[in-house]
């Protein structure tokens, strides 16, 4: 008798245990991608699943940098038109850079990579380049300078450079929630350098995600969306620029037909959609559009919505968004 | 028919009732920090400083200059000779989940433990 109900209470025990290790939470932050990731586990969280992440962003880092003598991509970038054998995790990436490519009308495109480099932007080497520079730079850009062949070989016109560097974040976002999820993780948020990806929700309430103020130096957000599942990405003007002698800004969002960063109303595009990578590639798609595009462009796509923020501080939300966006800065209204 | 003594029955309570308070702490993840300051730099392990003590922290390394103070209750980056200047723009922060970062020199602040902030990451 003694013996039974012992057991059982030690059996009690274990099951008591084991529902602590289900619940357990960790977070971890790391530099890697040329910029900061905070991995927040909020359950079933243990050292080797943290480890298993953040080798998969080293690993995706060291696969798909632009800088890197070792990558893909370098790789495919200095073949001179040779056909390179790359890691499926980079011939994925290229692969839908080109079909969002296909679907944008080119205002996203992967082959930016020697206009990137021309004008330097966040770099040592950042200034405006002559218009002769750009113009023969903008010649190399264009799907028809990238061949993809299956299984897994890229190969580019000589010349021609392709930067996934706009989507290898969305992708390891991705990564990210597939290796939660396959670890039974039901409630995660991964910052990827402000571009965030959560998985589940926070026990019956969803999380809450600032859209950054673009006119603020700090991190200030002017709204926030409530999410669950899914990835919120955001492009603006004030990320990584810099400003010239006669005082014009110069930002890092490049326009693949003018070769200049892109000018218009707007000053940040947000973008949620459960594909971190697509949201990724479509908030610099819809920021080089432009606001009247670009909105009308959202309206007809069923998987992703956007946030709009013009010069001005209006505000354009595509509908889906309307029951979920908090205007919380008085100074920004919403126009639609 | 074996009887359990006096001492297993205690033996058992305290067996549970620590599995218990285990199994609740884990749930409601509670947290016994009062508010902290998280200080990383590059890929060492964390650092954490308390955000009411008035200090001034040295966190260069080698040729990389910056200095942080802590100044009633609030964060900021007094000098940095990095390239951008963004964590010394930056300016103040003092609520739970804001930060400043120095990437160029691989520097993470982030305020832990305030309960003060509205929003679980911010999209940027």
């Known amino acids: 008798m003694g013996k039974r ?29 040329d910029t ?62 080109v079909e969002y490519t296909q679907m944008s009308g080119g205002c ?14 966040g770099s040592d080497d950042e200034h405006v380049p002559s218009i002769k520079e750009i113009e023969e730079v903008v010649e190399t850009i264009g799907l028809d300078k990238i061949s993809l062949s299956e299984p897994n070989s890229i190969s580019l016109m000589d010349g021609t450079m392709i930067d996934v560097g706009a989507i290898a974040k969305g992708f390891a976002a991705d990564e990210m929630i597939r290796i939660a999820k396959e670890a039974g993780v039901e409630s ?6 402000g571009n965030i990806s959560v998985l589940g929700s926070k026990g019956s309430d969803s999380f809450r995600i600032g859209i950054r ?80 595009k ?36 008085d100074s920004f209204r919403i126009l639609k | 028919m074996n009887m359990m003594k006096q001492g297993d029955y205690i033996l058992i309570f305290f067996l549970l009732l620590f599995a218990g308070v ?24 964390p650092v954490y400083v308390s955000i009411d003590q008035n200090t001034t922290l040295d966190l260069s390394r080698g040729d990389l200059v910056n200095i942080l103070c802590i100044e009633d209750e609030k964060v900021y980056m007094l000098e940095s000779n990095c390239r951008d200047q963004l964590c010394v723009r930056r300016g103040e922060i003092s609520l739970e989940g804001e930060s400043i970062v120095c990437l160029p ?15 679980d990451a911010l999209s940027q």
């Open chain 1, 108 to 121: 996203f495109d992967p082959s930016i990579g020697r206009l990137v480099a021309l004008w330097g932007i």
């Open chain 2, 22 to 45: 285990l199994f609740l702490h884990s749930m409601y993840n509670i947290q016994e920090k009062g508010a902290m300051v998280e200080i990383r730099l590059a890929d060492e392990d």
């Open chain 1, 294 to 329: 670009g909105l009308a462009f959202i309206e007809q796509m069923d998987d992703m919505e956007a946030i709009f923020v013009t010069n001005s501080r209006d505000v354009y939300l595509s509908t889906g968004l309307h029951a979920s966006f908090l205007l919380c800065d």
């Open chain 1, 188 to 193: 995660a948020i991964f910052n990827l350098g």
């Open chain 1, 213 to 292: 103020n673009p006119f603020s130096e700090s991190d200030e957000y002017f709204g926030i969306v409530e999410v669950t599942d899914t990835s919120v990405v955001t492009s603006g003007n004030y990320e990584r620029y810099f400003i010239d002698e006669s005082g014009v800004k110069y930002h890092h969002i490049l326009d693949p037909f003018s070769g200049y960063p892109a000018d218009n109303e707007l000053s940040g595009v947000t973008v949620i959609c459960s594909s971190s990578i697509k949201a990724d590639a479509f908030s610099t798609a819809l920021y080089v559009m432009g606001l009247e």
């Open chain 1, 36 to 97: 900061i990731v905070t991995l927040d586990v909020r359950d079933h969280a243990n050292e080797k699943l943290l480890k298993k992440m953040t080798d998969r962003l080293m690993e995706i880092d060291s696969l798909m940098s632009f800088s890197k003598e070792e990558s893909d991509i370098y790789q495919v970038n200095h073949a001179k038109g040779e056909s390179v054998l790359v890691d499926s995790s980079t011939y994925y990436v290229v692969k839908k850079a």
């Open chain 2, 105 to 119: 020199h691989r520097i993470s602040i982030v305020i832990l433990g305030t309960d003060k902030g509205d929003i």
């Open chain 1, 5 to 33: 109900i012992f057991s059982i209470l030690i059996l009690t025990s274990f099951l008591l245990v084991s529902c602590v290790d289900s619940h357990r939470s960790m977070k971890e932050v790391v530099f890697v991608m």
